[in-house]
Protein backbone atom coordinates (compact mmCIF):
# COMPACT_ATOMS: atom_id res chain seq x y z
CA UNK A 1 0.00 0.00 0.00
CA UNK A 2 1.27 3.35 -0.90
CA UNK A 3 0.39 6.88 0.53
CA UNK A 4 0.42 9.73 -1.83
CA UNK A 5 3.28 12.70 -1.09
CA UNK A 6 -0.21 15.38 -0.89
CA UNK A 7 -2.12 13.56 1.17
CA UNK A 8 0.60 13.17 3.60
CA UNK A 9 1.59 16.55 3.83
CA UNK A 10 -1.88 17.26 4.51
CA UNK A 11 -2.29 14.57 7.12
CA UNK A 12 0.85 15.13 9.14
CA UNK A 13 0.08 18.84 9.07
CA UNK A 14 -3.23 18.07 10.72
CA UNK A 15 -1.89 15.74 13.35
CA UNK A 16 0.78 18.51 14.22
CA UNK A 17 -2.16 21.15 14.88
CA UNK A 18 -3.78 18.90 17.14
CA UNK A 19 -0.69 18.02 19.00
CA UNK A 20 0.36 21.35 19.34
CA UNK A 21 -3.20 22.72 20.18
CA UNK A 22 -5.37 19.86 22.22
CA UNK A 23 -2.23 17.87 23.78
CA UNK A 24 1.06 19.64 24.37
CA UNK A 25 -0.23 22.03 26.87
CA UNK A 26 -2.19 19.16 29.18
CA UNK A 27 0.51 16.30 28.55
CA UNK A 28 2.49 16.91 31.75
CA UNK A 29 -0.61 17.02 33.95
CA UNK A 30 -2.54 14.17 33.00
CA UNK A 31 0.71 11.94 32.72
CA UNK A 32 1.86 12.59 36.14
CA UNK A 33 -2.30 11.97 37.56
CA UNK A 34 -2.23 8.91 34.99
CA UNK A 35 -5.53 10.46 32.90
CA UNK A 36 -7.07 8.48 30.67
CA UNK A 37 -7.78 11.37 27.37
CA UNK A 38 -11.30 10.87 26.71
CA UNK A 39 -11.53 13.83 24.89
CA UNK A 40 -8.18 13.34 22.77
CA UNK A 41 -9.09 9.50 22.12
CA UNK A 42 -12.43 10.88 20.63
CA UNK A 43 -10.50 13.54 18.44
CA UNK A 44 -8.79 10.52 17.51
CA UNK A 45 -11.42 8.47 16.42
CA UNK A 46 -12.61 11.90 14.21
CA UNK A 47 -8.93 12.82 12.86
CA UNK A 48 -9.54 8.50 11.33
CA UNK A 49 -6.52 7.72 13.03
CA UNK A 50 -8.36 4.42 14.28
CA UNK A 51 -8.40 3.42 10.51
CA UNK A 52 -5.83 4.57 9.51
CA UNK A 53 -4.29 1.23 7.94
CA UNK A 54 -7.32 -0.44 7.47
CA UNK A 55 -8.69 0.13 3.49
CA UNK A 56 -11.15 3.01 2.31
CA UNK A 57 -13.56 0.00 1.26
CA UNK A 58 -13.67 -0.56 4.85
CA UNK A 59 -14.08 3.09 5.52
CA UNK A 60 -10.55 2.92 6.54
CA UNK A 61 -8.34 6.19 5.94
CA UNK A 62 -6.10 3.43 4.01
CA UNK A 63 -2.66 4.49 4.81
CA UNK A 64 0.43 3.05 4.39
CA UNK A 65 2.91 1.74 6.65
CA UNK A 66 5.10 4.11 6.25
CA UNK A 67 3.10 6.98 6.72
CA UNK A 68 1.27 5.20 9.74
CA UNK A 69 5.05 4.99 11.34
CA UNK A 70 5.67 8.80 10.74
CA UNK A 71 2.48 10.04 12.71
CA UNK A 72 3.53 7.66 15.50
CA UNK A 73 7.08 9.61 15.35
CA UNK A 74 5.11 12.57 15.43
CA UNK A 75 2.32 11.80 18.53
CA UNK A 76 5.48 9.71 20.14
CA UNK A 77 7.81 13.51 20.57
CA UNK A 78 5.43 14.76 22.03
CA UNK A 79 3.14 11.86 24.12
CA UNK A 80 3.79 8.38 23.51
CA UNK A 81 0.74 6.64 25.96
CA UNK A 82 -1.74 7.88 22.70
CA UNK A 83 0.14 5.79 20.26
CA UNK A 84 -0.95 3.05 22.57
CA UNK A 85 -4.22 3.43 22.21
CA UNK A 86 -4.46 2.69 18.57
CA UNK A 87 -1.79 0.31 17.88
CA UNK A 88 -2.94 -2.86 19.65
CA UNK A 89 -6.02 -1.77 18.38
CA UNK A 90 -4.56 -1.99 14.67
CA UNK A 91 -2.49 -4.84 15.17
CA UNK A 92 -6.08 -6.50 15.80
CA UNK A 93 -7.65 -4.49 12.84
CA UNK A 94 -4.61 -5.96 10.83
CA UNK A 95 -5.44 -9.79 12.16
CA UNK A 96 -8.51 -9.36 10.54
CA UNK A 97 -7.74 -7.38 7.73
CA UNK A 98 -4.78 -10.37 6.62
CA UNK A 99 -6.99 -13.50 8.07
CA UNK A 100 -10.38 -13.00 8.66
CA UNK A 101 -13.29 -14.39 6.71
CA UNK A 102 -14.87 -12.37 4.28
CA UNK A 103 -18.09 -12.32 6.72
CA UNK A 104 -15.77 -10.80 9.79
CA UNK A 105 -14.05 -8.50 7.83
CA UNK A 106 -17.42 -7.04 6.83
CA UNK A 107 -18.76 -7.36 10.17
CA UNK A 108 -15.98 -6.03 11.88
CA UNK A 109 -13.57 -3.42 9.95
CA UNK A 110 -15.95 -0.96 9.50
CA UNK A 111 -16.47 -0.91 13.30
CA UNK A 112 -12.63 -0.80 14.00
CA UNK A 113 -12.26 1.70 11.30
CA UNK A 114 -14.81 4.48 13.31
CA UNK A 115 -13.29 3.20 16.71
CA UNK A 116 -17.21 1.93 17.82
CA UNK A 117 -14.51 -0.69 18.51
CA UNK A 118 -12.12 0.16 19.94
CA UNK A 119 -9.53 -3.00 20.30
CA UNK A 120 -6.43 -4.86 21.60
CA UNK A 121 -4.09 -7.90 22.30
CA UNK A 122 -5.07 -9.65 24.73
CA UNK A 123 -1.77 -12.46 24.75
CA UNK A 124 -0.09 -11.95 27.77
CA UNK A 125 -0.95 -14.23 30.86
CA UNK A 126 0.80 -13.92 34.45
CA UNK A 127 2.78 -17.14 33.80
CA UNK A 128 4.10 -16.25 30.31
CA UNK A 129 4.70 -13.54 28.05
CA UNK A 130 7.52 -14.36 25.64
CA UNK A 131 6.51 -18.37 25.80
CA UNK A 132 3.12 -17.74 24.59
CA UNK A 133 2.84 -21.52 23.55
CA UNK A 134 3.02 -21.94 27.18
CA UNK A 135 -0.48 -20.08 27.67
CA UNK A 136 -3.68 -21.76 29.87
CA UNK A 137 -6.05 -19.45 28.62
CA UNK A 138 -8.82 -22.32 26.82
CA UNK A 139 -11.83 -22.03 24.60
CA UNK A 140 -14.26 -25.36 24.05
CA UNK A 141 -16.59 -25.75 21.91
CA UNK A 142 -20.26 -25.49 23.24
CA UNK A 143 -22.98 -25.80 20.06
CA UNK A 144 -22.51 -22.47 17.60
CA UNK A 145 -20.25 -21.39 20.46
CA UNK A 146 -16.74 -21.41 22.69
CA UNK A 147 -16.60 -21.35 26.14
CA UNK A 148 -13.66 -19.61 27.32
CA UNK A 149 -11.70 -19.71 30.82
CA UNK A 150 -8.66 -18.28 31.82
CA UNK A 151 -6.65 -14.69 33.03
CA UNK A 152 -5.07 -12.49 30.81
CA UNK A 153 -2.70 -9.49 31.89
CA UNK A 154 -1.23 -6.55 30.95
CA UNK A 155 -3.67 -5.80 28.67
CA UNK A 156 -3.76 -2.49 26.71
CA UNK A 157 -7.06 -1.00 26.31
CA UNK A 158 -8.45 -3.32 28.68
CA UNK A 159 -10.68 -1.22 30.59
CA UNK A 160 -11.38 1.63 28.10
CA UNK A 161 -11.57 -1.29 24.54
CA UNK A 162 -14.54 -2.94 23.98
CA UNK A 163 -13.27 -5.69 21.85
CA UNK A 164 -10.10 -7.81 22.01
CA UNK A 165 -8.48 -10.65 20.03
CA UNK A 166 -8.40 -13.03 22.55
CA UNK A 167 -5.41 -15.49 22.09
CA UNK A 168 -6.34 -19.28 23.64
CA UNK A 169 -5.27 -22.97 23.61
CA UNK A 170 -8.33 -24.86 21.54
CA UNK A 171 -6.50 -28.10 21.80
CA UNK A 172 -4.16 -28.03 25.20
CA UNK A 173 -3.00 -31.42 24.15
CA UNK A 174 -1.68 -30.51 20.73
CA UNK A 175 1.85 -30.58 19.78
CA UNK A 176 3.31 -28.64 18.41
CA UNK A 177 2.08 -26.78 20.71
CA UNK A 178 0.83 -23.87 18.62
CA UNK A 179 -1.24 -26.21 16.13
CA UNK A 180 -3.74 -26.32 19.45
CA UNK A 181 -4.07 -22.42 19.78
CA UNK A 182 -6.15 -19.96 18.61
CA UNK A 183 -7.55 -16.30 18.14
CA UNK A 184 -11.09 -15.13 18.75
CA UNK A 185 -12.32 -11.68 17.90
CA UNK A 186 -13.73 -10.93 21.87
CA UNK A 187 -16.45 -7.98 22.17
CA UNK A 188 -16.76 -7.26 25.99
CA UNK A 189 -20.08 -9.47 27.14
CA UNK A 190 -21.18 -11.53 30.27
CA UNK A 191 -18.22 -13.42 31.52
CA UNK A 192 -15.50 -11.22 30.42
CA UNK A 193 -14.33 -8.63 32.87
CA UNK A 194 -11.91 -6.57 34.58
CA UNK A 195 -10.40 -7.93 37.77
CA UNK A 196 -7.61 -5.00 37.92
CA UNK A 197 -5.87 -1.70 36.47
CA UNK A 198 -1.87 -2.05 36.55
CA UNK A 199 0.19 0.40 38.29
CA UNK A 200 3.12 1.29 35.98
CA UNK A 201 6.55 3.10 35.97
CA UNK A 202 5.51 5.41 32.81
CA UNK A 203 3.24 4.73 29.65
CA UNK A 204 0.71 6.24 31.92
CA UNK A 205 -2.62 7.39 30.50
CA UNK A 206 -3.25 4.23 28.86
CA UNK A 207 -5.27 1.84 30.42
CA UNK A 208 -2.88 -1.82 31.51
CA UNK A 209 -5.79 -4.30 32.88
CA UNK A 210 -6.08 -7.58 34.25
CA UNK A 211 -8.44 -9.54 32.61
CA UNK A 212 -10.87 -12.54 33.70
CA UNK A 213 -12.53 -15.14 31.58
CA UNK A 214 -15.14 -16.98 33.32
CA UNK A 215 -17.39 -19.22 31.09
CA UNK A 216 -17.24 -16.40 28.79
CA UNK A 217 -19.30 -17.18 25.43
CA UNK A 218 -17.74 -16.35 22.18
CA UNK A 219 -19.60 -17.12 18.69
CA UNK A 220 -17.82 -19.81 16.57
CA UNK A 221 -18.07 -16.99 13.57
CA UNK A 222 -15.56 -14.98 16.16
CA UNK A 223 -12.56 -17.17 15.66
CA UNK A 224 -10.15 -15.64 13.16
CA UNK A 225 -9.87 -17.08 9.54
CA UNK A 226 -12.49 -19.89 10.82
CA UNK A 227 -9.62 -22.49 11.44
CA UNK A 228 -8.52 -23.74 14.73
CA UNK A 229 -4.86 -24.06 15.09
CA UNK A 230 -4.04 -21.17 13.24
CA UNK A 231 -3.89 -18.52 16.40
CA UNK A 232 -0.07 -18.15 17.07
CA UNK A 233 0.47 -17.70 13.21
CA UNK A 234 -1.54 -14.46 13.01
CA UNK A 235 -0.61 -13.16 15.92
CA UNK A 236 2.54 -13.35 14.88
CA UNK A 237 1.90 -11.88 11.56
CA UNK A 238 0.19 -9.13 13.21
CA UNK A 239 3.13 -7.95 15.80
CA UNK A 240 5.40 -6.69 12.67
CA UNK A 241 2.79 -3.82 12.34
CA UNK A 242 3.72 -3.40 15.99
CA UNK A 243 6.84 -3.78 15.95
CA UNK A 244 7.44 -1.23 13.39
CA UNK A 245 5.06 1.19 15.15
CA UNK A 246 7.13 0.46 18.25
CA UNK A 247 9.56 1.04 16.15
CA UNK A 248 8.07 4.38 15.48
CA UNK A 249 7.46 5.44 18.89
CA UNK A 250 10.90 5.13 20.06
CA UNK A 251 11.98 7.56 16.81
CA UNK A 252 9.90 10.00 18.25
CA UNK A 253 11.16 9.58 21.71
CA UNK A 254 14.56 9.70 21.08
CA UNK A 255 14.26 12.76 18.84
CA UNK A 256 11.67 14.53 21.50
CA UNK A 257 14.92 13.61 23.82
CA UNK A 258 17.45 15.10 20.90
CA UNK A 259 15.35 18.62 21.26
CA UNK A 260 15.04 19.00 24.82
CA UNK A 261 18.35 18.95 25.59
CA UNK A 262 19.64 20.68 22.07
CA UNK A 263 17.58 23.94 23.55
CA UNK A 264 18.53 23.30 26.48
CA UNK A 265 22.29 22.82 26.09
CA UNK A 266 22.27 26.62 24.66
CA UNK A 267 20.91 28.28 27.43
CA UNK A 268 22.62 26.75 30.05
CA UNK A 269 25.60 28.15 31.06
CA UNK A 270 28.54 27.21 33.12
CA UNK A 271 31.82 28.26 33.46
CA UNK A 272 30.66 31.34 31.61
CA UNK A 273 29.73 29.82 28.36
CA UNK A 274 26.59 27.46 27.35
CA UNK A 275 27.21 24.16 27.67
CA UNK A 276 26.53 23.58 24.30
CA UNK A 277 30.28 24.82 23.79
CA UNK A 278 31.26 22.19 26.07
CA UNK A 279 32.95 19.30 23.82
CA UNK A 280 31.59 16.65 26.37
CA UNK A 281 27.81 18.06 25.65
CA UNK A 282 28.47 18.17 22.11
CA UNK A 283 29.89 14.45 21.74
CA UNK A 284 26.10 13.44 23.48
CA UNK A 285 24.16 15.77 20.81
CA UNK A 286 25.97 14.54 18.13
CA UNK A 287 25.80 10.26 19.06
CA UNK A 288 22.04 11.52 20.37
CA UNK A 289 21.13 12.74 16.79
CA UNK A 290 23.09 10.28 14.84
CA UNK A 291 20.43 7.77 16.92
CA UNK A 292 17.30 9.16 15.76
CA UNK A 293 18.78 9.51 11.73
CA UNK A 294 19.93 5.56 11.63
CA UNK A 295 16.59 4.62 13.80
CA UNK A 296 14.16 6.57 11.68
CA UNK A 297 15.82 4.95 8.33
CA UNK A 298 15.31 1.44 9.98
CA UNK A 299 11.56 2.16 10.32
CA UNK A 300 11.01 3.06 6.72
CA UNK A 301 12.89 0.38 5.92
CA UNK A 302 10.75 -2.33 7.58
CA UNK A 303 7.59 -0.04 6.51
CA UNK A 304 8.79 -0.24 2.83
CA UNK A 305 8.93 -3.90 3.13
CA UNK A 306 5.98 -4.38 5.06
CA UNK A 307 3.86 -2.08 2.20
CA UNK A 308 5.45 -4.10 -0.04
CA UNK A 309 3.92 -7.07 1.02
CA UNK A 310 7.65 -8.80 1.92
CA UNK A 311 8.29 -10.72 4.62
CA UNK A 312 9.46 -8.10 6.92
CA UNK A 313 10.29 -9.92 10.68
CA UNK A 314 13.40 -9.35 10.57
CA UNK A 315 13.34 -5.61 9.03
CA UNK A 316 10.87 -4.94 11.48
CA UNK A 317 12.84 -6.63 14.36
CA UNK A 318 16.01 -4.19 13.75
CA UNK A 319 14.06 -1.17 13.67
CA UNK A 320 12.70 -2.03 17.04
CA UNK A 321 15.89 -3.44 18.86
CA UNK A 322 18.28 -0.58 17.32
CA UNK A 323 15.00 2.20 17.85
CA UNK A 324 14.09 1.51 21.13
CA UNK A 325 17.93 1.29 22.38
CA UNK A 326 17.83 5.12 21.35
CA UNK A 327 15.12 6.32 22.50
CA UNK A 328 16.38 4.73 26.03
CA UNK A 329 20.28 6.01 25.59
CA UNK A 330 18.75 9.08 24.36
CA UNK A 331 16.50 9.79 27.37
CA UNK A 332 19.09 9.33 29.59
CA UNK A 333 21.62 11.50 27.41
CA UNK A 334 18.60 13.92 28.09
CA UNK A 335 18.28 13.73 31.45
CA UNK A 336 22.47 14.39 32.10
CA UNK A 337 22.54 17.09 29.70
CA UNK A 338 19.77 18.89 32.41
CA UNK A 339 21.53 18.23 35.34
CA UNK A 340 19.41 17.81 38.18
CA UNK A 341 16.29 19.78 36.13
CA UNK A 342 16.52 16.37 34.27
CA UNK A 343 15.31 14.97 37.72
CA UNK A 344 12.75 17.63 37.84
CA UNK A 345 9.14 16.36 37.17
CA UNK A 346 8.94 19.96 35.71
CA UNK A 347 10.78 19.23 32.68
CA UNK A 348 9.28 16.25 30.13
CA UNK A 349 12.70 14.54 30.21
CA UNK A 350 12.09 12.38 33.33
CA UNK A 351 9.36 11.27 31.13
CA UNK A 352 10.77 10.07 28.31
CA UNK A 353 13.46 8.62 30.42
CA UNK A 354 10.82 6.40 32.27
CA UNK A 355 8.51 6.41 29.18
CA UNK A 356 11.28 4.64 26.99
CA UNK A 357 12.04 1.24 29.04
CA UNK A 358 8.55 -0.24 27.74
CA UNK A 359 9.59 -0.14 24.04
CA UNK A 360 12.24 -3.06 24.95
CA UNK A 361 9.96 -4.69 26.00
CA UNK A 362 6.62 -4.53 24.45
CA UNK A 363 6.15 -6.34 20.78
CA UNK A 364 8.57 -8.87 21.77
CA UNK A 365 11.49 -7.93 24.24
CA UNK A 366 14.85 -7.01 22.92
CA UNK A 367 16.16 -10.44 23.10
CA UNK A 368 13.68 -12.22 21.51
CA UNK A 369 14.12 -9.15 18.56
CA UNK A 370 17.86 -10.67 18.22
CA UNK A 371 16.84 -14.21 18.34
CA UNK A 372 14.83 -13.23 15.49
CA UNK A 373 17.05 -11.71 13.55
CA UNK A 374 19.75 -14.05 13.67
CA UNK A 375 17.43 -16.69 12.72
CA UNK A 376 15.97 -14.92 9.49
CA UNK A 377 20.05 -13.81 8.95
CA UNK A 378 20.60 -17.38 8.81
CA UNK A 379 17.71 -18.83 6.64
CA UNK A 380 18.36 -15.96 4.05
CA UNK A 381 21.95 -16.30 4.08
CA UNK A 382 22.27 -21.04 3.41
CA UNK A 383 25.47 -21.91 2.65
C1 LIG B 1 2.96 -1.40 29.72
C2 LIG B 1 2.80 -2.74 29.09
C3 LIG B 1 1.83 -2.93 28.12
C4 LIG B 1 1.62 -4.20 27.58
N1 LIG B 1 0.59 -4.38 26.69
C5 LIG B 1 0.28 -5.65 26.31
C6 LIG B 1 -0.90 -5.90 25.53
O1 LIG B 1 -1.62 -4.99 25.14
N2 LIG B 1 -1.20 -7.20 25.23
C7 LIG B 1 -0.43 -8.24 25.64
O2 LIG B 1 -0.77 -9.38 25.34
N3 LIG B 1 0.70 -8.03 26.38
C8 LIG B 1 1.06 -6.77 26.73
N4 LIG B 1 2.18 -6.54 27.49
C9 LIG B 1 2.98 -7.68 27.93
C10 LIG B 1 4.29 -7.80 27.18
O3 LIG B 1 4.05 -8.14 25.83
C11 LIG B 1 5.15 -8.84 27.92
O4 LIG B 1 5.52 -8.25 29.16
C12 LIG B 1 6.37 -9.23 27.11
O5 LIG B 1 5.99 -10.00 26.00
C13 LIG B 1 7.37 -10.04 27.94
O6 LIG B 1 6.74 -11.09 28.59
P1 LIG B 1 6.96 -11.32 30.17
O7 LIG B 1 6.71 -10.02 30.85
O8 LIG B 1 6.12 -12.48 30.57
O9 LIG B 1 8.47 -11.65 30.33
P2 LIG B 1 9.13 -13.12 30.23
O10 LIG B 1 8.64 -13.82 29.04
O11 LIG B 1 8.97 -13.79 31.55
O12 LIG B 1 10.67 -12.75 30.00
C14 LIG B 1 11.52 -12.33 31.08
C15 LIG B 1 12.92 -12.09 30.50
O13 LIG B 1 13.43 -13.30 29.93
C16 LIG B 1 13.81 -13.06 28.58
N5 LIG B 1 13.58 -14.28 27.79
C17 LIG B 1 12.44 -15.03 27.76
N6 LIG B 1 12.59 -16.07 26.94
C18 LIG B 1 13.83 -15.97 26.41
C19 LIG B 1 14.59 -16.74 25.47
N7 LIG B 1 14.08 -17.83 24.88
N8 LIG B 1 15.84 -16.36 25.18
C20 LIG B 1 16.38 -15.24 25.75
N9 LIG B 1 15.72 -14.48 26.64
C21 LIG B 1 14.47 -14.83 26.95
C22 LIG B 1 12.96 -11.90 28.12
O14 LIG B 1 13.54 -11.24 27.00
C23 LIG B 1 12.94 -11.05 29.37
O15 LIG B 1 14.16 -10.34 29.45
C24 LIG B 1 2.44 -5.27 27.99
C25 LIG B 1 3.47 -5.07 28.92
C26 LIG B 1 3.65 -3.82 29.48
C27 LIG B 1 4.74 -3.62 30.50
Request: charged share 25%.
Amino acid sequence: MTTNQNEESLILESIDRFLEREVKPFVREWEHDDIYPHEVVARMKEMGLFGAIIPQQFGGLGLSAGTYARIVERISVVWMSLTGIFNSHLIMAAAVLRFGTAEQKQRFLPRFATGELQGGLALTEPDCGTDLQAIRCHAKRDGEDYIINGTKTWISNGIHGNCLALLVKTDPAAEPRHRGMSLFIAEKGKGFSVSRKLEKLGYKGIDSAELLFEDYRVPAANLISGEEGMGLNHTLAGLELGRINVAARGVGLARASLNEALAYAQVRETFGKPIAQHQAIQIMLADMATRVEAARLLVESAAKAYDEGRRCDMEAGMAKLFASEAAISNSLDAMRIHGGYGYSKEFNVERFYRDAPLLVIGEGTNEMQRIIIAKQLIERNPV
